[in-house]
């Protein structure tokens, strides 16, 4: 495993980390704390130190299933990485919360089901530019900084080409970016990654994967089940991605190299991305992203 400083702090963050939606049961299945183990520990074992999460992946759920884990386990071998703004209702249902007030009974509700007294990196979960610029919100987080619930604050932007919230960082205290980047979608070297570079901004890359079609295991035509946020995607654009991955496969993927991890590289290959966090489903596809390291220099 490579390892790399998140921005401005002082956390070494292993270059592929662990995404975690998927254990709130919207991405087809429903795991058990046996499962979440499996995959936890497997990623422990291949030098992984990174978790995200967030407090909608299920009401709570995937932090739950963490801190379970983290609870039997050494809490200091682990980056953790969660977030705040949207309440979870029912499976692809959430209202927004950002509310200063709102935002400290999410974080104490996230604290208690990762069972741990601070979060490594507390992210602004996609919200709009109006909520990201409520000064009462980043006061309240700058007290639980002060409190020693939170170390480092981030935003997880929902437009991957939300230059108003990035550029306004720095003035927030905002000291990652966690944004989707992946072969199927640049947008962010454009103007986003630019900023983080100019001003020092951890970068973690999400969906690199491309919500898995990236992973080469999707032909076009492909049906997912609706348990599965992947069936609610539109039917012809998910058609021309995977045809695209078609392509990408035979023209750009050297032969005999697998294609998701030529993708995980891919995107750690560009200077401004620190990690990326896939998702996986069992310890099988943790040794598998984990391999992309083999193909990143430094």
Request: aromatic residues 8%; contains cysteine.
């Amino acid at each position: 495993m490579k390892y790399r400083r998140l921005g401005k702090t002082e956390l070494n963050v292993s270059v592929v980390g662990l995404g975690t939606w998927q254990f709130g049961g919207e991405w087809g299945q429903q795991f058990t704390q046996d499962e979440v183990d499996a995959i936890l520990d497997k990623g422990k074992e291949l030098g992984i130190n990174l978790i995200d999460t967030a407090e909608c992946y299920g009401d709570h759920l995937s932090e739950q299933f963490i801190g379970n884990y983290i609870a039997r386990r050494n809490r200091e071998d682990w980056v953790i990485a969660t977030k705040f703004g949207h309440h979870f209702h029912e499976r692809f249902t959430r209202t927004d919360t950002y509310g200063a007030d709102d935002v400290v009974k999410q974080l104490d509700a996230s604290l208690k089901a990762l069972q741990t007294e601070y979060i490594d990196l507390y992210q602004f979960h996609s919200g709009p530019d109006a909520a990201f610029d409520n000064d009462a919100l980043w006061t309240v987080l700058d007290k639980q900084i002060q409190a020693g619930k939170i170390r480092h604050l981030g935003t997880s932007i929902g437009s991957n080409d939300n230059l108003h919230q990035t550029a306004a960082s720095s003035q927030v205290n905002s000291q990652a970016i966690q944004v989707v980047y992946n072969r199927l979608d640049r947008t962010p070297e454009n103007r986003v990654f630019p900023s983080c570079q100019e001003q020092d901004l951890g970068v973690l890359a999400r969906v690199p994967l491309a919500s898995g079609y990236l992973s080469g295991k999707y032909k076009p035509g492909a049906v997912f089940d609706a348990t599965d946020v992947r069936h609610r995607h539109d039917a012809d654009m998910v058609r021309r991605k995977l045809e695209e991955v078609e392509r990408i496969k035979r023209d750009e993927v050297p032969e005999g190299v697998d294609m998701a991890q030529w993708a995980l590289a891919w995107c750690l290959k560009h200077p401004a991305v620190t990690a990326v966090i896939p998702g996986c489903k069992n310890p099988e596809q943790v040794v598998a992203n984990a391999s992309a390291v083999d193909l990143v220099e430094g």
